[in-house]
């Protein structure tokens, strides 16, 4: 039976007001999610079958990311590429030029399946052979995780603490980074996400979910303004990129416009979720 007494979804206090790293005021974590064909795979095993759509996100490691990256190195962005076990296994050569340029990869499950509606046996397996998978091709050990689908459970983020994942960037409920309050006590910090820079709400469509889709001004108007007013209040803003949507020519404009946008000013801290942590942590250290 479900639990539906009057409570807060998540119980962590307030997040702390600690400094920006080098004085300043404000932060920008741009992040992608790596999900390939595993993201279609995960929503419908018949998919297998079905070589177009798999082609949707087969683009990423033909085209996408290192359209991707070469933005990035033009910037001088250090970012972090949240990739599915299952992409790592079929792209490893993508996954290591992600590397190769000082990218950070973390854990977004292996097969990108739902961790609200897994059973604990299916949790666990996503989990571990993602861990394994990116240890075994990469030799990396992941210190983040962002929840495939944008969803998770209490099981799930027990099961994070468990296995040393570090931080988390899912939910949406804070401007600033905070540390989860666990039934077991203290979990992973997270990075709170904003939704507004979830690339796929405005620039995939597809024959099974028809939907509108908006174009560079419309998109490049609604990030400019949600970074500056974060800019504003001193948060951070977190991006939900996918290189088989801001990948495609028209919408990595929309990035490298937006990039252009936060260097214009000179009071942005930008990082990767490892580099969030590690300050978080320290200055967690700190103030104890």
């Not at 998919?47 to 990256?69: D, F, M």
């Not at 250090?78 to 290591?96: L, Y």
């Not at 690339?199 to 174009?215: E, K």
Request: glycine share 8%.
């Amino acid at each position: 039976m479900r639990d539906l007494s009057p409570k807060p979804a998540n119980t962590a206090g307030p997040a702390p007001e600690f400094p920006w790293p080098e004085a300043k005021t404000c932060a920008l974590f741009p992040a992608f999610d790596v999900d390939a064909e595993s993201v279609w795979l995960g929503a419908d095993p018949q998919n297998a079958r079905r070589l177009i759509t798999r082609s949707y996100g087969g683009y990423e490691a033909r085209v996408g990311i290192p359209k991707i990256l070469e933005v990035l190195r033009r910037h001088e962005v250090k970012a972090t590429f949240f990739v599915t076990g299952w992409a790592i296994d079929a792209h490893p050569r993508t996954c290591e030029a992600i590397l190769k340029d000082g990218h950070e990869i973390a854990h977004h499950g292996y097969l990108h399946l739902r961790p609200d509606t897994a059973d604990e046996a299916t949790l666990v397996d996503e989990m571990d052979r993602a861990i394994e998978t990116m240890q075994r091709v990469l030799g990396i050990t992941p210190a983040g995780y962002r929840a495939p689908w944008g969803e998770t459970s209490d099981e799930q983020m027990e099961l994070l603490k468990s296995r040393g994942i570090r931080y988390s960037s899912s939910f949406r409920d804070d401007i600033r980074p905070y540390r989860h309050e666990l039934a077991s006590g203290k979990g992973p910090v997270e990075i709170p996400v904003n939704y507004s820079f979830d690339d796929w709400s405005y620039g995939l469509t597809h024959r099974t979910s028809p939907r509108a889709m908006f174009g560079r001004e419309e998109v490049l108007a609604i990030w400019k303004d949600e970074f500056d007013q974060t800019r504003e209040w001193g948060g951070v803003t977190t991006m939900v990129m996918h290189p088989q949507v801001t990948g495609r020519p028209m919408r990595i404009r929309i990035l490298d416009q937006f990039l252009d946008h936060v260097r214009g000013y000179d009071d942005v801290w930008i990082g990767r979720g490892v580099d969030f942590t590690d300050h978080f942590e320290a200055c967690e250290a700190a103030a104890s």
